[in-house]
């Protein structure tokens, strides 16, 4: 088991007996700072291999061997600071690659030498890129808060180049950090104040639906999973036709602030997480 730390602290741990294995801080190895909300990406695990984004001046991306977290490479070429999302790995262009958001762009690093193979300008108002981008049959999609909204780029590959070309941009579904789920040729996912839950056509851009709320969603069997800030979890069909809930719950007893925490489902469970309290609920069709 790999944990991140807000302040930068980077461990392993035995996943049965819960021992630590290995630990090192990205801040004193890396040259970095800490970011305003504390480093909070999910580290991408492939192979032998760790990935994560330390944003510091000695490496904005890193590949650690993740048996005891040496260094295998370092990219220091990726502008910006800690953009907060996850990183997501696919091929195309003859290059297994590695993509991200820094604060103020989107990325795409050859996964096995950390050379940068494209990048492009994004940044919103806060300078922070917190949803994750998605990758599909040579498009990269990213959506970014505060206005910022939406954008799919083409990756244009020619001999051992990668070029990124605007595809379409939008002010639409301008997603702060409840993330966006790709199914069947369709964007689903929430705008910044009171924007609303939106379907986008993935080629075009296009508003499909639109309907009102705000927050985390996660897909599983043709269903989307939404979880409401305020606490309101929605069953919702993943369909284009139109926005259809199948049933609503409110999280009981789920404490102060905003629900951030992103909506799980795993087998045939749904957890949902909020400050100091776990909920799992039982979504089998028996």
């Known amino acids: 088991v790999y944990h991140l730390g807000e302040l930068g602290r980077l461990a392993a741990f035995d996943s049965k007996s819960g021992s630590e294995v290995w630990s090192i801080e990205l801040r004193d190895l890396f040259d970095a700072e800490i970011p305003e909300y504390g480093y909070s990406e999910s580290v991408h695990i492939e192979g032998d291999r760790l990935y994560c984004c330390p944003a510091g001046k000695k490496g904005y991306m890193v590949c650690l061997d993740k048996h ?16 907060f999302s996850s990183l ?7 290059h297994r690659q590695i993509s991200g958001l820094s604060s103020n762009s989107l990325f795409g690093v050859d996964l096995n030498t950390g050379k940068l193979l494209w990048q492009t300008e994004y940044e919103n108002s806060r300078s922070n890129n917190v949803a994750d981008p998605i990758y599909h049959k040579g498009y990269v999609f990213a959506s970014s808060g505060y206005g910022k909204g939406s954008l799919l780029l083409r990756l244009n590959a020619s001999g051992n180049g990668i070029t990124p070309e605007k595809e379409w ?27 609303g839950w939106f379907c986008l056509d993935f080629q075009t851009g296009t508003q499909i639906w639109n309907t009102s709320g705000k927050g985390s969603l996660t897909y599983a069997d043709h269903m989307l999973y939404c979880l409401d800030e305020r606490g309101i979890m929605t069953l919702v069909k993943a369909t284009s036709e139109k926005y259809e809930a199948v049933s609503v719950f409110e999280v009981p007893d789920g404490g102060e602030g905003m629900h951030w925490a992103h909506p799980v489902v795993c087998g045939a469970r749904l957890y949902i997480r909020h400050q100091d309290k776990l909920f799992a609920y039982d979504i089998s069709d028996q």
């Open 68 to 83: 005891n977290g040496k260094l295998i490479w370092a990219n220091t070429e990726i502008p910006g600071t800690v953009g």
């Open 169 to 195: 941009q939008t002010e639409l579904m301008d997603n702060q950090h409840g993330g966006v789920i790709l199914h069947d040729g369709y964007l689903y996912g929430a705008g910044q104040n009171a924007r």
């Open 88 to 94: 997501i790995i696919f091929d195309h262009g003859g």
